[in-house]
């Protein structure tokens, strides 16, 4: 199935499908064990960060091979690229399945005029384009502070604004912005659900994702879901389950220098985490 035919069947069934960003190979491990111990869909997700890590070309690899081995559908996502130059390099790499063009960061023309063309070289390919039109707060990391609700409403989605950005861009998904921030804070993450169902409302035909998901309790996101979310992105909550599982490890062997002899056990770290989310999501038992 395409990525466009799992949104569809999300949506229809009413589940997300995860959006878990990839760090190292033990983030990568953890999220396609914990996808096929579920029987579950999943999309892995490289930011310009992590594929500077990777390379383009190994990380396609990577997952071309991962969905061999593990025979699960395993969905391919460049996430937060800021440049068509960017989204143009994946398109033309055979294995994505989605790319993500945010120009929040651009006045709206700007930004339009862009996610116009890689939509249109996206669609010659096979691939489905996300839009980002509010710009997204926060960062993928702990953050030892509250959430300012001031600000953050600040950039809260128009639904009017974001048909006519869906209308002139052609983008397949729309990154809604209700309430939602990247990161984990010292206060929950409460979603204005009433804001979500009428942005859907005015975007019929348009798959909406939820950036943000880290730190958003389980409850508000399983709300999400039924106001019409079919793919939500978890960042933060992996790294910390990775750097907190290697903390332990090397607490416990301080004189181990073969990192991989425990990193087995890292990787199921994560996939714990991930296997929660997927549960959340209800998205087990769907592939």
Same mark, same amino acid.
């Given at each position: 199935?395409?990525?466009r035919e799992w949104f569809t069947r999300a949506e229809k069934e009413n589940f997300a499908i995860g959006a878990f960003n990839v760090d190292n190979l033990e983030i990568f491990k953890g999220i396609v064990t914990a996808a096929k111990n579920k029987n579950s869909?999943? !999309? ?5 960060? *992590? ?17 061999? *081995? ?14 068509? *130059? ?46 980002? !039109? ?12 509250? #959430? ?72 508000? #996101? ?9 793919? @939500?992105? #978890? ?16 607490? *416990? ?14 990787? !199921?770290?994560?996939?714990? @985490? @991930? ?13």
């Open positions: 199935m395409t990525a869909p999943v !999309m892995v997700q490289f930011s310009p960060g *992590e594929v500077g890590y990777f390379g383009l070309k190994n990380l396609v690899d990577l997952v071309i091979n991962a969905r061999e *081995e593990y025979k699960i559908p395993i969905l391919l996502n460049l996430d937060h690229s800021r440049t068509v *130059e960017d989204c143009r390099a994946a398109i033309s790499q055979p294995g994505f399945d989605d790319v993500h063009f945010d120009g929040s960061h651009l006045e709206i023309d700007e930004n339009i005029k862009n996610a116009k063309d890689v939509v249109a070289f996206a669609h010659s390919k096979g691939v489905i384009v996300e839009g980002e !039109m509010d710009k997204l707060g926060g960062s993928s990391e702990v953050h030892e502070e509250e #959430i300012d609700e001031a600000t953050l409403r600040q950039s809260y989605t128009d639904p009017k604004r974001a048909a006519k950005f869906v209308k002139e861009t052609g983008v397949d998904i729309f990154a809604a912005v209700c309430g939602n921030i990247h990161g984990t804070f010292l206060n929950q993450k409460d979603l204005d659900i009433a804001l979500l169902t009428q942005i859907k409302g005015a975007l019929p035909d348009t798959f909406l994702a939820l950036h943000g998901g880290s730190g958003t309790p389980a409850e508000q #996101i399983k709300l999400a879901i039924k106001a019409g979310i079919v793919k @939500v992105n #978890i960042n933060t909550e992996l790294r910390v389950a990775y750097h907190d599982a290697l903390l332990e490890k090397l607490g *416990e062997s301080p004189n181990e220098y073969k990192i991989y002899s425990f990193s087995n056990e890292i990787a !199921m770290a994560v996939a714990a @985490v @991930v296997e929660n989310k997927i549960d959340v999501f209800g998205s087990a038992g769907k592939a």
